[in-house]
């Protein structure tokens, strides 16, 4: 039996072992959707920055046990050079470190890293009811891989289960639908949308069931071995980044779960579509822009709803904006009871309240671009992170009528650490884990959920390139497979009624909209079905 002692900080500090990075292989396809799955190009061999360490996982059993808690995944980058944006870390040997934490204090314990090969993975998505860690590969150059892990409740390590082509390249978001019959998947350099299903006895990702170009077939200007270097935010460089549609995130409505919006980085748009689970398809419904009337080089990176009223958070990554939109439940009611197969002059389902900065204003825009955004689980605060400022700025939510929902700065908070890409909160709400890529090291901090003050702990880990901090609370298996069996009843008894996929419908818009298109001819269908 391992002892433990926590560590204090700067204790935990590992070196990686420095692998060669494997190309994903693609899954076999379809013929008819060739062009989604290209041959992968050759991977370069990384240069080795670290000290090898031995070649067994590095995971110290009995330093979790079921019932312990709270885990976090950090994703790492491998390699530089076939990033759309150019790291200042530290290259990293291996791509997942897990961590423990310990919410008595916010101090964490590294309990795994990965030995299986993995290149680039930057967003993760644990599953709700299983133990299954989702993540995804970045790289302009090759396609992008999503890969399922397992997550041993006691020992905290993952293992791989397979591996599944995403389709297209910057793979950069994944989101699970209520029934967690599908995946919907985000290609960023490309810009597709996919739908991919579940293998329902495993929950291992299987092949696309369809795919969804924004961009038309055509070329994209920027090419994946010559383009500007996407951290930097200068006129010229958002000139290139925006000459092309750009889709950075996927998320379904929380209310109907028949929704999907997407942020166009390079159209300053957010896109909107009618998610199908059972045709596995997204049929576009129109746009809306994501920050006011007459601007340019927003750049919407990522949506967040509110948890309990119809207010959606948008961050607009090369304006450091946060912008605050009014979700229309009729008019998206409206749209779920369309028969149209695509009406892309749909009015919008979100609409423009309020816009706020997430850096002061003495500081230059130019010199910074956000990061993650994401709402409190209480739904009092909404934080958003920036990248050049190093810090993570901290909104109030109101509450007040006529209008509640909009936006008070509370403050900002440095990092502690450069370039915070990604931050995520414990399942408490109290503790703060930043990913500091370019300082190479994650952050904790807590949270005082009375004045959204953030209090540094002086907890820092070293984990080299840092891109993505996932929250992971396993679950109980007998328990999960009870919840999952019932969640799969219900979706069954209301398909069988013919409702919607569930949420609380909550009255208020604009009142709705009729929809008088009808048949193929209602809008153009750039969506190919596999």
């Known amino acids: 039996q391992l002892v433990l002692v926590r560590p204090r900080q700067h204790s935990v500090r590992r070196r990686a072992h420095a692998s060669s990075s494997t190309p994903p292989a693609d899954a076999a396809m379809p013929s008819n959707v060739a062009a989604f799955f290209p041959a992968p190009v050759a991977a370069k061999e990384p240069r080795q920055l670290r000290e090898p360490v031995p070649s067994a996982e590095l995971t110290l059993q009995g330093a979790v046990s079921p019932g312990a808690g709270q885990l976090f995944v950090v994703s790492c980058y491998t390699r530089f050079?076939?990033?759309?944006?150019?790291?200042?870390?530290?290259?990293?040997?291996?791509?997942?470190?897990?961590?423990?934490?310990?919410?008595s204090d916010g101090q964490m314990v590294l309990v795994s890293v990965t030995k299986e090969p993995i290149m680039n993975p930057a967003f993760s998505r644990f599953h709700p009811r299983r133990n299954l860690l989702y993540t995804c590969t970045e790289s302009v150059a090759e396609p992008g891989q999503i890969d399922t892990w397992r997550v041993d409740p006691a020992t905290g390590r993952l293992s791989k289960l397979g591996s599944q082509s995403a389709g297209g390249t910057s793979t950069c978001y994944l989101t699970l639908d209520k029934g967690c019959e599908n995946m919907l998947v985000v290609n960023y350099w490309d810009a597709t949308i996919g739908i991919f299903g579940l293998k329902a006895d495993e929950g291992i990702v299987a092949g696309p069931r369809s795919m969804f170009d924004p961009n038309m077939g055509r070329a994209m200007r920027a090419k994946h071995d010559?383009?500007?270097?996407?951290?930097?935010?200068?006129?010229?460089?958002?000139?290139e980044r925006q000459a092309d549609p750009h889709s950075h995130a996927v998320i379904l409505d929380p209310h109907f779960g028949r929704i999907a919006f997407v942020p166009d980085l390079g159209m300053d748009i957010i896109r909107q579509f009618r998610y199908d689970a059972q045709d596995g398809c997204l049929r576009?419904?129109?746009?809306?822009?994501?920050?006011?009337?007459?601007?340019?080089?927003?750049?919407?990176?990522?949506?967040?709803?509110?948890?309990?009223?119809?207010?959606?958070?948008?961050?607009?990554?090369?304006?450091?904006?946060?912008?605050?939109?009014?979700?229309?439940?009729?008019?998206?009611?409206?749209?779920?009871?369309?028969?149209?197969?695509?009406?892309?002059?749909?009015?919008?389902?979100?609409?423009?309240?309020?816009?706020?900065?997430?850096?002061?204003?003495a500081f230059p825009g130019t010199l910074n671009t956000c990061g993650r955004i994401t709402v409190h689980s209480s739904g009092q605060y909404v934080l958003a992170s920036n990248r050049g400022h190093d810090s993570i700025a901290v909104f109030r939510v109101s509450m007040a009528l006529p209008k509640p929902g909009l936006l008070s700065v509370v403050g900002t908070q440095h990092t502690r650490g450069a370039t915070p890409r990604h931050f995520t909160f414990d399942v408490s709400g109290q503790w703060l884990i930043t990913a500091n890529q370019d300082s190479d090291h994650i952050a904790v901090f807590r949270f005082n959920v009375a004045t959204g003050r953030l209090e540094w702990t002086g907890n820092e880990y070293h984990v080299p390139s840092p891109n993505f901090v996932c929250s992971v609370m396993p679950h109980a298996e007998a328990a999960a497979r009870t919840d999952e069996a019932e969640a799969s009843m219900a979706l069954t008894l209301q398909r069988a009624r013919g409702e919607g996929l569930g949420g609380v419908h909550v009255g208020g818009g604009h009142g709705g909209f009729a929809l008088s298109a009808s048949g193929p001819g209602a809008g153009p269908q750039l969506q190919s079905r596999l």
């Open 81 to 103: 050079d076939n990033l759309a944006h150019g790291p200042r870390g530290t290259q990293a040997g291996r791509g997942l470190y897990t961590f423990r934490l310990d919410s």
């Open 226 to 239: 010559a383009h500007v270097n996407h951290s930097h935010n200068d006129s010229s460089a958002q000139a």
């Open 284 to 361: 576009a419904m129109g746009s809306v822009k994501s920050g006011p009337a007459g601007r340019t080089a927003l750049g919407p990176r990522y949506i967040e709803f509110h948890p309990t009223l119809p207010m959606a958070y948008v961050v607009n990554e090369l304006a450091s904006e946060v912008s605050v939109f009014e979700f229309d439940l009729q008019a998206a009611q409206a749209v779920i009871d369309s028969n149209v197969e695509s009406l892309d002059g749909a009015p919008p389902m979100l609409r423009l309240l309020q816009t706020i900065r997430t850096i002061p204003d």
